[in-house]
């Protein structure tokens, strides 16, 4: 079964979001990897501070800093969502620009 958290934004948008396995360490960890696995910030995905503690909660419970609707990868902010590239890494040691 895929694990699966709901967070709905301030403006009622929700999401459907599901962890992204990563390699360890991760991004979190370092603040260079950091800046080259978070992309930008999510106009309008702002929520409560509880959902953002519920999806740090969830971040951590599954070991990752990336989350998926399907269709986009995403890390939390302070208090909502910017978009990522779980897969910098990979990126990085081909030689591509992560």
């Not at 360890?24 to 953002?52: C, K």
Request: glycine share 6%; proline share 5%.
């Amino acid at each position: 079964m895929t694990a699966i958290i709901q967070i709905t934004t301030c403006k009622g948008v929700q999401y459907n979001l599901q962890p992204v396995a990563m390699e360890l360490p991760l991004p979190s960890a370092d603040p260079q990897d950091f800046w080259d696995f978070w992309l930008e910030t999510v106009e309008d995905a702002n929520f409560s501070r509880a959902d953002s503690k519920r999806l740090l909660q969830f971040l951590v419970k599954h070991k990752t800093d990336a989350v998926t609707d399907g269709s986009a990868y995403y890390t939390l902010t302070r208090a909502g969502l910017a978009r990522c590239d779980p897969f910098y890494r990979e990126k990085r040691q081909q030689g591509g620009v992560a």
